[in-house]
């Protein structure tokens, strides 16, 4: 919709636009407005409580980065998880960047853990890499915590990848399960579970987390792979 990007030009920072672009390498500079993310995001609540959004998800895929970031921002709006998934696997194949792909939270897998685990392994499964690093992160942000499994663990362990934006997430999500379930997670650190890059980037995150011991991160340091 002409009338959404022309709003979203109204917003645009162009010193915001730069710093953005120098995050993400390759990023065509031609297809960033350079929208600051709170903008974004009232933007998204604005149009979803509205209803004026329909048309705007329909057109895939859009010309720019930050309509694809808006988009992101109306799915995690939306109340009705089935919904939720129909629209993030539409745009899921037209994500071409960490970014984009890291900001979706939708507020619909709150209460859905049972359903959403077996959406994630299917994500996990797929051959996109920013599929691929979506599921690993709902993975990691969902189910850390008091719905946590050893067999979470095995499931990330077994991603193999070529892709940096792929091996990097595997490593957050190894960084933030030792944070969380160290005494469950250290065991795939001890055994070598990861490929050599991986596992030291996991470690190198995981001491530079406040919530891991001094303790803790002195032994990860034992384990680095030379």
């Known amino acids: 919709m002409q009338a959404i990007v022309d709003?979203?030009?109204?917003?645009?920072?162009?010193?915001?636009?730069?710093?953005?672009?120098?995050?993400?390498?390759?990023?065509?500079?031609?297809?960033?407005?350079?929208?600051?993310?709170?903008?974004?995001?009232?933007?998204?609540?604005?149009?979803?409580k509205s209803g004026d959004y329909r048309e705007f998800l329909n057109e895939l895929p859009h010309k720019y980065y930050d309509e694809n970031n808006l988009h992101g921002f109306i799915i995690c709006q939306m109340k009705d998880y089935?919904?939720?998934?129909?629209?993030?696997?539409?745009?899921?194949?037209?994500?071409?960047?960490?970014?984009?792909?890291?900001?979706?939270?939708?507020?619909?897998?709150?209460?859905?853990?049972?359903?959403?685990?077996?959406?994630?392994?299917?994500w996990m499964s797929s051959d996109e890499t920013y599929t691929i690093r979506f599921g690993e992160e709902m993975l990691m942000t969902f189910f850390l915590d008091s719905d946590f499994r050893v067999e979470y663990l095995e499931e990330v362990a077994t991603i193999r990848s070529e892709e940096y934006y792929v091996n990097m997430m595997t490593a957050?999500?190894?960084?933030?399960?030792?944070?969380?379930?160290?005494?469950?997670?250290?065991?795939?650190?001890?055994?070598?579970?990861?490929?050599?890059?991986?596992?030291n980037k996991a470690i190198q995150k995981a001491c530079e987390s406040y919530r891991v011991s001094d303790q803790q991160k002195s032994y990860l340091r034992t384990l680095k792979i030379k």
């Open 7 to 48: 709003r979203l030009f109204e917003m645009q920072d162009l010193k915001y636009k730069e710093f953005q672009c120098k995050l993400i390498p390759g990023i065509d500079l031609d297809s960033v407005i350079g929208v600051r993310t709170p903008k974004l995001r009232a933007y998204a609540k604005e149009l979803y």
């Open 172 to 199: 957050w999500f190894f960084a933030t399960a030792l944070a969380k379930q160290y005494d469950a997670t250290l065991p795939f650190i001890e055994g070598m579970r990861l490929d050599k890059w991986t596992h």
């Open 82 to 122: 089935d919904q939720v998934v129909e629209e993030i696997d539409r745009l899921l194949p037209y994500v071409d960047n960490w970014a984009t792909c890291d900001l979706m939270r939708p507020k619909a897998f709150d209460r859905q853990h049972d359903r959403l685990i077996e959406d994630i392994r299917r």
